[in-house]
């Protein structure tokens, strides 16, 4: 939300003055620090920050704006570094996950099929044991074994 409130006319004429006296000078500090681009965007915010001061009541008008813009490209600086932290985990939990599916998929196809066949359908597919079971033709105790199996199967290749 914007801050509509109006400057009266004395404050807006001493910004206006503070601006003309010394926006070249901060644009060129700045650009020390950011880009071109970056740094006229920090002078505009410079002097929006500024707005609320009694321009009177600056004794060191360069080190007050100068400071401020400093402030300001430091914040950005701040806020940047913790979005892109912020987005790491994430890709990294990504290209985790897509090397333990890649790892998961290596160790099932090496399973024997027999215990493949079982596991598949109950960690992949859903099935219950009992479900499984019924759709093989096994005792639900076999489906348990067989799936008891198959998860030392995927132990002992993790452990490898």
Known sequence: MTDTRQLDP????????????????????????VDPDRAADVVQDTYLRAAPYRIGDIRHPRAFLLRIAMNLVRDESRRARRQSLAAEPAALAEAASQADQLLLKQIVVTM?????????LSRFGGMT???IAAARGLNVKTVEWRISKALEHCVARLDD
């Open 129 to 131: 044991y009992a479900e």
């Open 10 to 33: 004395e404050a807006a004429e001493g910004l206006n003055s503070l601006y003309r006296r010394y926006a070249g000078w901060l644009d060129g500090r700045l650009r020390a620090h």
């Open 112 to 120: 024997p099929p027999l215990y493949r066949d079982v596991f598949v």
